[in-house]
Protein backbone atom coordinates (compact mmCIF):
# COMPACT_ATOMS: atom_id res chain seq x y z
CA UNK A 1 0.00 0.00 0.00
CA UNK A 2 1.41 3.55 -0.96
CA UNK A 3 0.76 5.99 1.98
CA UNK A 4 -0.10 8.37 -0.94
CA UNK A 5 -2.74 6.27 -2.16
CA UNK A 6 -4.32 5.95 1.15
CA UNK A 7 -6.66 7.37 3.70
CA UNK A 8 -6.40 8.09 7.04
CA UNK A 9 -8.77 5.73 8.03
CA UNK A 10 -6.68 2.76 5.82
CA UNK A 11 -3.44 4.18 7.53
CA UNK A 12 -4.82 3.98 11.06
CA UNK A 13 -5.95 0.16 10.35
CA UNK A 14 -2.45 -0.61 9.02
CA UNK A 15 -1.17 0.97 12.38
CA UNK A 16 -2.95 -1.77 14.33
CA UNK A 17 -1.11 -4.52 12.56
CA UNK A 18 1.75 -3.19 11.75
CA UNK A 19 4.37 -0.16 12.82
CA UNK A 20 6.72 -0.23 10.39
CA UNK A 21 7.56 1.69 7.08
CA UNK A 22 9.60 1.63 3.98
CA UNK A 23 10.53 5.26 2.49
CA UNK A 24 12.59 5.38 -0.95
CA UNK A 25 14.85 8.13 -1.38
CA UNK A 26 17.41 8.72 -4.07
CA UNK A 27 18.22 11.58 -5.83
CA UNK A 28 17.53 13.90 -9.15
CA UNK A 29 20.90 14.00 -11.23
CA UNK A 30 22.58 13.08 -13.95
CA UNK A 31 23.28 9.26 -15.27
CA UNK A 32 25.34 9.94 -18.11
CA UNK A 33 24.64 9.84 -21.91
CA UNK A 34 21.99 7.07 -21.70
CA UNK A 35 20.70 7.53 -17.86
CA UNK A 36 17.26 9.04 -17.03
CA UNK A 37 18.13 11.85 -14.11
CA UNK A 38 15.74 10.18 -11.75
CA UNK A 39 17.23 6.98 -11.96
CA UNK A 40 18.34 7.13 -7.88
CA UNK A 41 14.84 7.81 -7.40
CA UNK A 42 13.08 5.96 -9.54
CA UNK A 43 15.43 2.38 -8.90
CA UNK A 44 14.22 2.21 -4.93
CA UNK A 45 10.70 3.40 -5.39
CA UNK A 46 10.02 0.79 -8.05
CA UNK A 47 11.68 -1.77 -5.57
CA UNK A 48 9.59 -0.28 -2.65
CA UNK A 49 6.42 -0.39 -4.81
CA UNK A 50 7.36 -4.08 -5.30
CA UNK A 51 7.69 -4.83 -1.38
CA UNK A 52 4.43 -2.88 -1.01
CA UNK A 53 2.37 -5.01 -3.32
CA UNK A 54 3.53 -8.15 -2.39
CA UNK A 55 3.90 -8.06 1.59
CA UNK A 56 1.58 -5.49 2.15
CA UNK A 57 4.14 -3.44 3.60
CA UNK A 58 3.19 0.64 4.06
CA UNK A 59 5.40 2.24 1.58
CA UNK A 60 5.89 6.28 1.80
CA UNK A 61 6.76 9.34 -0.63
CA UNK A 62 10.15 8.98 -2.87
CA UNK A 63 12.43 11.54 -1.43
CA UNK A 64 13.59 12.01 -4.66
CA UNK A 65 15.97 15.14 -4.32
CA UNK A 66 19.40 14.19 -2.30
CA UNK A 67 22.73 15.70 -1.69
CA UNK A 68 24.56 15.60 -5.32
CA UNK A 69 25.88 18.81 -5.51
CA UNK A 70 29.19 16.96 -7.38
CA UNK A 71 26.68 16.69 -10.64
CA UNK A 72 25.73 20.22 -10.70
CA UNK A 73 27.51 21.23 -13.43
CA UNK A 74 25.60 18.85 -15.81
CA UNK A 75 21.87 20.55 -16.57
CA UNK A 76 19.05 19.11 -15.03
CA UNK A 77 20.47 17.29 -12.03
CA UNK A 78 19.13 18.98 -8.44
CA UNK A 79 20.96 19.13 -4.99
CA UNK A 80 19.80 19.93 -1.37
CA UNK A 81 22.59 21.05 1.07
CA UNK A 82 23.19 18.31 3.68
CA UNK A 83 21.59 20.65 6.28
CA UNK A 84 18.60 20.40 4.54
CA UNK A 85 18.20 16.86 3.64
CA UNK A 86 18.69 15.98 7.86
CA UNK A 87 15.89 18.70 8.40
CA UNK A 88 13.87 17.37 5.91
CA UNK A 89 14.52 13.52 7.24
CA UNK A 90 14.33 14.80 10.73
CA UNK A 91 10.63 16.29 9.83
CA UNK A 92 9.22 13.39 8.00
CA UNK A 93 10.68 10.85 10.87
CA UNK A 94 9.05 12.61 13.25
CA UNK A 95 5.95 12.87 12.05
CA UNK A 96 5.63 9.19 11.65
CA UNK A 97 6.80 8.28 14.80
CA UNK A 98 4.11 10.92 16.03
CA UNK A 99 1.73 8.54 14.31
CA UNK A 100 2.69 5.59 16.34
CA UNK A 101 5.67 4.44 13.72
CA UNK A 102 8.29 2.47 15.37
CA UNK A 103 10.44 0.61 12.37
CA UNK A 104 11.04 3.43 9.37
CA UNK A 105 13.26 1.38 6.88
CA UNK A 106 14.76 4.19 4.01
CA UNK A 107 15.09 2.34 0.85
CA UNK A 108 18.00 4.77 -0.70
CA UNK A 109 19.36 4.60 -4.21
CA UNK A 110 22.06 6.91 -3.90
CA UNK A 111 25.48 6.69 -2.71
CA UNK A 112 26.08 10.09 -1.90
CA UNK A 113 23.45 10.61 0.62
CA UNK A 114 24.66 7.89 2.97
CA UNK A 115 26.59 9.94 5.33
CA UNK A 116 23.65 12.82 5.35
CA UNK A 117 20.80 10.13 5.78
CA UNK A 118 23.36 9.03 8.77
CA UNK A 119 23.46 12.17 10.22
CA UNK A 120 19.76 12.46 10.18
CA UNK A 121 19.02 9.82 12.00
CA UNK A 122 21.76 10.68 14.73
CA UNK A 123 20.08 13.58 14.84
CA UNK A 124 16.75 12.56 15.68
CA UNK A 125 17.63 9.91 18.10
CA UNK A 126 19.94 12.67 19.83
CA UNK A 127 16.92 14.69 20.41
CA UNK A 128 14.96 11.69 21.94
CA UNK A 129 17.94 10.55 23.95
CA UNK A 130 18.39 14.42 25.29
CA UNK A 131 14.49 15.35 25.88
CA UNK A 132 13.37 15.94 28.86
CA UNK A 133 10.43 13.99 28.35
CA UNK A 134 10.01 9.77 28.04
CA UNK A 135 9.22 9.16 24.39
CA UNK A 136 8.19 5.43 22.52
CA UNK A 137 10.69 3.41 20.73
CA UNK A 138 11.92 4.20 17.33
CA UNK A 139 14.09 2.11 15.43
CA UNK A 140 15.87 3.47 12.18
CA UNK A 141 17.52 1.84 9.27
CA UNK A 142 19.45 2.45 5.48
CA UNK A 143 19.67 0.38 3.26
CA UNK A 144 21.21 0.50 -0.29
CA UNK A 145 19.42 -1.34 -2.72
CA UNK A 146 22.76 -1.38 -5.06
CA UNK A 147 24.52 -3.13 -2.20
CA UNK A 148 22.13 -6.02 -1.40
CA UNK A 149 24.31 -9.37 -2.33
CA UNK A 150 21.83 -10.67 -4.90
CA UNK A 151 22.22 -7.29 -6.90
CA UNK A 152 25.82 -7.31 -6.43
CA UNK A 153 26.20 -10.73 -7.56
CA UNK A 154 23.77 -10.36 -10.67
CA UNK A 155 26.15 -7.05 -11.85
CA UNK A 156 29.40 -8.69 -11.54
CA UNK A 157 28.16 -11.70 -13.59
CA UNK A 158 26.39 -9.54 -16.25
CA UNK A 159 29.16 -6.86 -16.51
CA UNK A 160 31.79 -7.44 -14.71
CA UNK A 161 34.50 -4.19 -14.13
CA UNK A 162 32.16 -2.47 -16.97
CA UNK A 163 29.42 -2.01 -14.09
CA UNK A 164 31.71 1.08 -12.95
CA UNK A 165 30.41 2.99 -9.93
CA UNK A 166 28.05 5.78 -11.40
CA UNK A 167 25.37 5.59 -14.07
CA UNK A 168 26.32 1.79 -13.94
CA UNK A 169 24.52 -0.68 -16.77
CA UNK A 170 22.46 -2.39 -13.39
CA UNK A 171 21.04 0.66 -12.28
CA UNK A 172 19.79 1.92 -15.32
CA UNK A 173 18.56 -1.19 -16.07
CA UNK A 174 16.37 -1.28 -13.39
CA UNK A 175 15.69 2.53 -14.43
CA UNK A 176 14.38 1.34 -17.80
CA UNK A 177 12.60 -1.49 -16.43
CA UNK A 178 10.73 0.86 -13.59
CA UNK A 179 10.14 4.00 -16.57
CA UNK A 180 10.38 1.88 -20.30
CA UNK A 181 9.64 5.13 -22.07
CA UNK A 182 13.34 6.26 -20.70
CA UNK A 183 14.77 3.65 -22.91
CA UNK A 184 17.22 5.25 -25.24
CA UNK A 185 20.36 3.85 -27.41
CA UNK A 186 22.97 6.09 -27.26
CA UNK A 187 26.97 5.31 -27.86
CA UNK A 188 29.23 5.81 -25.63
CA UNK A 189 32.75 6.97 -26.23
CA UNK A 190 35.12 5.49 -25.00
CA UNK A 191 32.73 2.52 -24.25
CA UNK A 192 34.30 2.01 -20.39
CA UNK A 193 34.17 5.38 -19.31
CA UNK A 194 37.70 6.35 -16.80
CA UNK A 195 37.08 5.99 -12.86
CA UNK A 196 37.80 8.07 -9.97
CA UNK A 197 36.85 9.63 -7.04
CA UNK A 198 33.61 11.66 -6.89
CA UNK A 199 34.91 13.88 -3.35
CA UNK A 200 35.00 17.09 -5.74
CA UNK A 201 33.49 20.10 -6.37
CA UNK A 202 30.46 20.36 -9.21
CA UNK A 203 33.35 21.55 -11.97
CA UNK A 204 36.03 18.82 -10.92
CA UNK A 205 34.18 16.54 -11.20
CA UNK A 206 32.73 17.28 -14.86
CA UNK A 207 36.46 17.81 -15.78
CA UNK A 208 37.40 13.98 -14.56
CA UNK A 209 34.02 12.62 -15.91
CA UNK A 210 33.12 14.48 -19.13
CA UNK A 211 30.19 12.54 -19.82
CA UNK A 212 28.94 11.93 -16.41
CA UNK A 213 30.30 8.08 -16.39
CA UNK A 214 32.53 6.83 -13.46
CA UNK A 215 34.04 3.66 -14.83
CA UNK A 216 31.21 2.20 -15.86
CA UNK A 217 29.41 0.88 -19.77
CA UNK A 218 25.78 1.05 -19.98
CA UNK A 219 25.68 0.40 -23.15
CA UNK A 220 25.10 -2.94 -21.68
CA UNK A 221 22.31 -2.05 -20.14
CA UNK A 222 18.75 -3.82 -21.06
CA UNK A 223 14.96 -3.44 -19.81
CA UNK A 224 15.59 -7.38 -19.35
CA UNK A 225 18.24 -7.40 -17.03
CA UNK A 226 16.26 -4.62 -15.10
CA UNK A 227 13.24 -7.35 -14.19
CA UNK A 228 15.88 -9.54 -12.82
CA UNK A 229 17.99 -6.43 -10.84
CA UNK A 230 14.10 -5.69 -9.80
CA UNK A 231 13.66 -9.24 -8.56
CA UNK A 232 17.15 -8.97 -6.74
CA UNK A 233 16.69 -6.17 -5.33
CA UNK A 234 13.15 -7.05 -3.84
CA UNK A 235 14.67 -10.37 -2.25
CA UNK A 236 17.77 -7.92 -0.75
CA UNK A 237 15.61 -5.37 0.59
CA UNK A 238 12.75 -8.26 1.95
CA UNK A 239 15.05 -10.28 3.53
CA UNK A 240 16.83 -6.73 5.38
CA UNK A 241 13.53 -5.39 6.13
CA UNK A 242 12.42 -8.52 7.72
CA UNK A 243 15.35 -8.67 9.89
CA UNK A 244 15.24 -4.64 10.63
CA UNK A 245 11.81 -6.01 12.56
CA UNK A 246 12.73 -9.15 14.22
CA UNK A 247 16.12 -7.59 15.41
CA UNK A 248 14.85 -4.01 16.69
Do not use: K
Not at 145 to 159: C, D, K, N, V
Request: hydrophobic share 40%; aromatic share 8%; glycine share 10%.
Amino acid sequence: MRLQHATWQEVDAYLAHSTGIILPIGSTEQHGPNGPIGTDALCPEAIAWALGERHGVLVGPTQAVGVAQHHLAFPGSLTLRPSTLVAVLRDTIESLAHHGFTHVFLLNGHGGNIATVNAAFAEVLAERSLGPEAVGELHLQLFNWFAGRRGRELAESLYGEAEGSHATASEVSLAWYAAPQTVRDVAMSPRRAPAGSAQCDARTFRRRFPDGRMGSDPSLASAEHGARFLEAGVEDAWEAYRAFLEGA
